[in-house]
């Protein structure tokens, strides 16, 4: 296990690279910078530079991305590479999520509901444990870094190490595991339980994918394995180990005694303040529900909703901020860096307002204490002040990451790509001239995205785009994930030429089929005409070297002349470089990402083998059709834990459904979960 961060990489810097890396680098050694900024263009390879930074600086890093699909192609490229260091994925670990709300004006009362991912859980669990065991840690995260979780102190403290020849009796360990919040389970334990016969305890660790055997020798530890959780293999012998608390939300025996007080307490306080205000109904409803979760607490340690307690949990006092993943980092001497930050930084800025609006209603009504506010996102004052080294990362960052830095940039691509000619046409006709200019990429088997202000624009003009015979598809927030991801997979192997959208194809598209982007009505100022949009939809068009961008306009606005503006200074820089090393630009080549189906090959067998059980009946089925249904699972199942493993949970999540459809002879539903029914005041 390395103490150092150890980069792998069969290219070094180039372009801009070296010198961003230089100056970043010395902005926070030499300069101790509270702030950086590197302002890549699209293409320009940020990632990289922000492996060569960890690598410079040896610092454990946390970077935040302001959503999990991005987050997960952030974690597969640093993974890559840092192969020897522990790079972790910390993002919610719900499927589901509906937070417990009421509804003043309708007397009505949502509970809490929620599906937890366990795999998700289980990352979420090795990063903590990585950062409390490891220096050369690499967190990817989403906002969901700022969310209260347990005291580090505390998890810390309860973390069980055991060695070869340790000196323990067998009993004594399983009670630890048990005081772990560990379960026992002798058939089929699973993460997070153990099992125990005779001298051997199985432990299926919460933040691992194996589980470890300890063999005992009387009161001593002679041996521990790790194993295969399936095959039962052996996969390598240690002689230490440690095994963390199964849940992030823990907490000694005395800190809860001294909870259930200080919750009786409140308790009291907050009756008595409604009853002084006559509101009878809020005062009986408080009381009921907490007494409840006290007697829970008091006799299985843990009730519904038991992170609205944290506060009195961790002995925190009332006001201060809860404990988040950041307290898991070492203080002052870790880097954090902000990924598309003109996207990011107003989720971190957002999400307490949003989070305390809701409590507050809970809390007037009699459904929460007032402490429940205390469980809560960081505000942006409380994660800017845990905040040592900060990199700002944007090829279009804000007017707040301006105002706090003077950018590092990166304009040079290392392929020698250059941003995309900008022409600008007249409204009048912009359509029929448009289907001129598509027709003509068609004939070039080159790819073409066009930028609607409305999804009703974008639906028409796609039909009208296959009316004049374009095969052509429209992309909007009214298609569910799966199918967004799809059709973006089509359109790069060619199923269709003329992809229609808003501003969904803004960031985080790497298209390099794509040689022309269409901006329609593109002098409509406003956020999907503002100069950072502009910049971004016309980034689409930079990894191809043939790539256009095409603004329909009749005015030109203040946004459009600056994005203009920037883009002319960038290509007569990245055009010099070009020329004084005598590179000639290539179009990116970059292998198309599966589908999120399942090969043709499984889907026909699924097809087939449902139709016939249907046709035939459960009791006519042939050994035909017997071989069939065993072949397809087997299909379904390899790809949907090889989809899982590479963190492509959209394709994992399809392919569960098919292989549902399989066995069952429909469709699973895939229906928003909907909420038990809501509950009257009073009942």
Request: hydrophobic content about 35%.
């Amino acid at each position: 296990m390395p103490d150092r961060f150890i980069l792998h990489s069969e290219y070094q810097p180039a372009g801009d690279q070296p010198a961003a890396i230089d100056a970043l680098v010395a902005g926070i050694q030499r300069d101790h910078l509270h702030y950086q900024t590197l302002q890549g263009v699209t293409g320009s390879g940020k990632t990289f530079t922000m492996a060569n930074l960890i690598s410079r600086l040896q610092m454990p890093t946390l970077v935040i991305s302001h959503n999990k699909t991005l987050a997960a192609q952030l974690y597969s490229e640093l993974k890559a590479f840092f192969p020897e260091n522990a790079v972790e994925y910390f993002v919610s670990y719900y499927d589901y999520y509906q937070p417990e709300a009421y509804i003043p004006a309708t007397d009505t009362y949502i509970a809490k509901d929620s599906a937890i991912n366990d795999e998700l859980e289980r990352l979420r669990l090795a990063a903590t444990g990585s950062l409390l065991e490891r220096k050369d840690t690499i967190v990817v995260s989403s906002v969901s870094c700022i969310y209260g979780m347990g005291d580090p102190e505390e998890f810390a403290k309860l973390e069980q190490e055991i060695v070869i020849d340790q000196s323990i009796s067998r009993d004594d360990l399983l009670r630890k595991l048990v005081a772990l919040q560990y379960t026992r389970n002798d058939l089929a334990p699973e993460r997070g339980q153990f099992r125990a016969a005779g001298d051997t305890v199985e432990v299926y660790l919460s933040h691992r994918e194996d589980y470890l055997e300890i063999q005992f020798w009387g009161d001593t530890i002679d041996q521990m394995i790790r194993r295969n959780v399936v095959s039962r293999t052996e996969i390598e012998r240690v002689t230490q180990a440690t095994i963390f608390p199964c849940k992030l939300f823990v907490t000694s025996e005395e800190k809860l005694m001294m909870a259930r007080r200080t919750i009786r307490e409140e308790l009291a306080e907050q009756v008595r303040s409604f009853e002084l205000a006559n509101r009878l109904v809020e005062a009986q409803r408080i009381h009921q529900r907490t007494t409840y979760d006290l007697e829970m607490l008091q006799e299985v340690g843990y009730c519904q909703g038991i992170e609205n307690y944290s506060r009195h949990l961790s002995g925190r006092p009332a006001g201060s901020r809860p404990f988040t993943l950041i307290d898991y980092f070492p203080k002052d001497n870790f880097l954090t860096i902000i990924d598309e930050s003109h996207a990011t930084l107003p989720q971190l800025h957002a999400m307490q307002n949003a989070d305390r609006n809701r409590k507050n209603v809970l809390v007037d009504n009699g459904f929460r204490l007032p402490s429940a506010l205390d469980n809560r996102p960081l505000s942006y004052d409380e994660f800017k002040s845990l905040q040592k080294n900060v990199l700002f990362v944007s090829a279009t960052p804000g007017a707040y990451e301006l105002s706090l830095t003077k950018p590092v940039k990166q304009i040079i691509r290392p392929t020698g790509l250059l941003d995309p000619k900008v022409e600008i046409r007249p409204l009048e006709g912009q359509v029929d001239d448009a289907i001129d200019e598509i027709r003509t990429m068609v004939e070039k088997h080159e790819r073409v995205l066009v930028t609607t202000l409305t999804k009703k624009m974008a639906e028409e003009l796609s039909e009208y785009l296959r009316k004049v015979g374009i095969n052509s598809r429209y992309l909007h927030s009214d298609l569910d994930a799966l199918e967004r991801v799809d059709i973006i997979r089509s359109l790069r192997s060619g199923e269709f030429d003329c992809l229609v959208g808003i501003n969904l194809l803004r960031e985080g598209l790497d298209l390099p089929e794509v040689a022309l982007v269409i901006v329609m009505d593109a002098d409509k100022e406003g956020f999907l005409r503002s100069t950072t949009s502009l910049i971004q939809t016309a980034g689409r068009a930079a990894r191809n070297a043939d790539g256009r961008v095409i603004l329909y306009a009749d005015v030109v606005t203040d946004s459009i002349k600056q994005m203009m503006e920037e883009t002319e200074t960038r290509r007569e820089k990245q055009m010099a470089y070009n020329k004084e090393h005598h590179i000639t630009p290539q179009t990116i080549k970059r292998a198309v990402q599966a589908s999120l189906h399942a090969s043709e090959e499984a889907r026909e067998t699924v097809a087939r083998v449902v139709q016939k059980k249907g046709a035939k009946g459960v009791a006519e089925e042939s050994a035909e059709y017997d071989y069939d249904v065993v072949e397809a699972k087997r299909q379904l199942q390899e790809e949907m834990q090889a989809a899982a493993d590479a963190l492509e949970f959209e394709r994992a999540a399809m392919l569960r459904d098919m292989l549902f459809e399989l066995e069952h002879g429909k469709k699973k539903d895939a229906s928003p979960k909907r909420s038990p029914r809501p509950k009257k005041k009073g009942k």
